[in-house]
């Protein structure tokens, strides 16, 4: 399996009210390193692998927990 396919498969296996943060971190990472940034390295790579393995094992907030703390 990719890691593409894995990533498609813990979306699809995560509660509906947890997307959305998913989708915010997500988009985060992407927005993280521009074209002539720095790339993504193992250590990197490790710490998302630890990140979405606590999603699916349900080490979550609301989506409203997350805006609240940082202000939006």
Known sequence: ?????ALHNLIDEMPEEQTEIARH???ELRNAV?????PIDAKI???IDRGLADVVAGHTKSFS????ERGL
């Open 1 to 5: 399996m990719t890691t593409r396919e």
């Open 25 to 27: 971190r997500l988009e």
């Open 34 to 38: 521009d074209s002539d940034g720095t």
């Open 45 to 47: 790579l490790d710490l």
């Open 65 to 68: 927990d997350y805006e609240r």
